[in-house]
């Protein structure tokens, strides 16, 4: 959720480091701030605002120092205020601490530290810097305190510190967050995402639960849990990461939707034999059940659709943060596929341990490499689609999409035939993308001022309207419902009147008729239907075409429709589509 990075070198660090954290700006961003140290003192300032909104207040970019650490934040404990903005410093401000993450006894442990300590902020963060000035009084160096200090936390967290008392080191370690260590040629990075300093180096170090990492110009140290000293091995992650620019967009979201054919090419490059066996065990397999949060549960409900209707297998799809209400019934002939574009989703990770705790094996279908859910894995599937920074999720779902066609088709025993269809569809979807775009935007200006939408649809095409719902919400501030259409008349007909818009995925498979006959129902109520489909119908008041394509293609050619409308309205609102209110990228809290 929240971002950190920071920088030890022989260069002025603040410039390095404002660089590295507008990167994860994606991560959040209603407050950020920087620290730095130069001659034994700690200089900073932080705000409300993005990076570069405090930068421009501040000029962040001119402190002091060959250290220095940035946060941006999505609050979790605590308004969005200049206070409760990090870093996070101890009663003499000789300690800083950037955090990322949920302290779950910050209120135990706030009742005790505050009949020593002064408080300033509501954040949870706070009683980490008091718990370090603490272990420090008694003499401990920055990294035991920081160790020490995280014995008595419980929750989630990345945690990075410096103190003017050993002004030449950061100490970082982490719990259920991502913290990752860059080495370069004689400069070091910590970060929530390699993707931050992927510009200076490639070479990277995952610090697992429970690391320190100690940061300086002379190099890297880690640290178990105990505080013996340990190597780690580095590796490189792909430098396509830091090709994340805008390209000439307006915005990210409006270009990664455009490179979505693109984004199916690239989720096919796969070791085929990797995909055979995964679906292997997937026949085998007692049962199977897919975990994910938002966007891509809407990938798994999909890909359990997908598993019936082409390998006849039966899976369960459960939401991630509700898997732990479901987990005495997983055991060791269970295969559990976590779905997740970042790889760091906590309720997945969670999720994930618990069945690695009860035996099931554990597939993860992810686009990060070196992510968590991917050490934590017996096999990884990746999306290969590049970098994503819209918070809102667009080509990455596409590709999950395209994963889960891979292995339906591979349990079929059709693979190659598979990817085959698949490359003409992309084709397909390129052109289509084309010809509905200013159709789509002179739609989103009719309809621009209508708070409540309902998406309806039956059979495979469900999961894809539940995503458009997913979309419009997201990105629009929309009220959007999506239901089975089979549903509408057990309770939300109720809530059609005269306007309200109805976008229907009406397409000529098995559920066409069926489909219909519901639309029919919202428009004899007086709905305003758009219908998705491959032909018009004289019952839909605007239609929105998709190429013909086999049956089995048409939720794969219905997403970007949906997309763009999204798009094209939180535009027509006067919204940002690529930072929407109160949402972050990478969900690394509960």
């Avoid at 055979?276 to 409900?301: D, F, K, N, P, W």
């Avoid at 889960?404 to 084709?427: D, P």
Wanted: charged share 25%.
């Amino acid at each position: 959720m929240c971002g950190i990075v920071g920088f030890v070198g022989d260069e002025p660090a603040a410039p390095i480091v404002l660089r590295a954290a507008t990167k994860l700006e994606y991560r959040g961003y209603d407050s950020a701030g920087m620290v730095s140290l130069s001659g034994g003192r700690i200089y900073s300032n932080k705000d409300v605002g993005g990076i570069s909104d405090v930068q421009r207040k501040y000029r962040l970019d001119q402190l002091p120092g060959e250290i220095a650490l940035a946060h941006v934040r999505w609050a979790t404990h605590g308004r969005a205020n200049q206070m409760n903005a990090h870093p996070h410093f101890d009663c003499t401000n000789q300690i800083a601490v950037v955090h990322n993450g949920i302290i779950e006894n910050y209120q135990e442990l706030h009742a005790t530290l505050v009949r020593k300590h002064r408080f300033v902020s509501e954040a949870d963060t706070e009683v980490v810097c008091h718990l370090i000035e603490d272990y420090m009084d008694e003499g401990a160096s920055l990294e035991g305190a920081l160790l020490r200090a995280t014995r008595h936390l419980r929750g989630s967290y990345a945690l990075a510190a410096v103190s003017s008392r050993e002004p030449e080191k950061i100490v970082a370690t982490a719990k259920d967050c991502p913290l990752v260590v860059g080495l370069g040629e004689g400069n070091y990075f910590v970060a929530s995402d390699a993707l931050s300093f992927l510009d200076q180096t490639n070479r990277v170090v995952f610090l697992e639960e429970g690391e320190v990492a100690s940061l300086t110009k002379n190099g890297v140290i880690f640290l178990n849990r105990e505080g013996s000293e340990i190597a780690k091995a580095p590796q490189r992650v792909d430098r396509q990461w830091d090709e994340a620019t805008k390209e000439g967009y307006d915005c990210f979201m409006l270009k990664e939707i455009l490179e979505e054919p693109q984004a199916i090419l690239r989720a096919l490059i796969q070791d085929r034999k990797l995909i055979i066996e995964c679906a292997q065990e997937i026949s085998r397999a007692g049962q199977v059940v897919i975990t994910a949060c938002g966007t891509s549960r809407h990938a798994g409900l999909l890909g359990s659709y997908l598993f019936s209707k082409l390998g006849a297998k039966l899976c369960h799809v459960v939401t991630a943060s509700e898997f732990h209400y479901f987990s005495d019934s997983i055991t060791k002939d269970t295969l559990v596929i976590a779905v997740s574009q970042s790889g760091e989703t906590a309720d997945v990770i969670e999720g994930v341990k618990r069945a690695k705790a009860r035996g099931s094996k554990v597939f993860s279908i992810v686009n990060v490499a070196g992510s968590l859910l991917t050490r934590l894995s017996d096999r990884v599937i990746y999306l290969n689609c590049g970098p994503e920074i819209c918070v809102a999720a667009t080509k990455s779902f596409i590709a999950q999409v395209v994963i889960f066609y891979l292995l339906a088709f591979a349990l079929k025993g059709k693979l190659e035939e598979g990817i085959q269809k698949l490359e003409h569809v992309s084709r397909q979807i390129r052109e289509n993308s084309k010809q509905n775009d200013e159709k789509l935007q002179a739609l989103a200006q009719r309809i621009k001022n209508e708070n409540n939408f309902f998406y309806i649809a039956r059979g495979l095409n469900f999961a894809i309207a539940a995503e458009g719902a997913l979309k419009l919400k997201e990105i629009s501030y929309i009220h959007a419902t999506c239901l089975p259409a089979g549903e509408l008349k057990h309770g939300t007909l109720a809530l059609i009147e005269d306007g309200t818009p109805v976008i229907a995925l009406c397409l000529r498979d098995d559920t066409f008729y069926e489909t219909l006959n519901n639309v029919m129902e919202t428009k004899a109520r007086g709905g305003f239907v758009i219908g998705i489909c491959g032909e018009n119908n004289e019952c839909y008041d605007e239609w929105i075409r998709i190429p013909k394509v086999e049956e089995i293609f048409y939720p794969l050619v219905a997403i970007t429709p949906l997309q763009l409308l999204a798009y094209h309205l939180a535009v027509a609102r006067g919204k940002d589509p690529d930072r929407p209110r109160h949402l972050a990228k990478s969900v690394t809290v509960k």
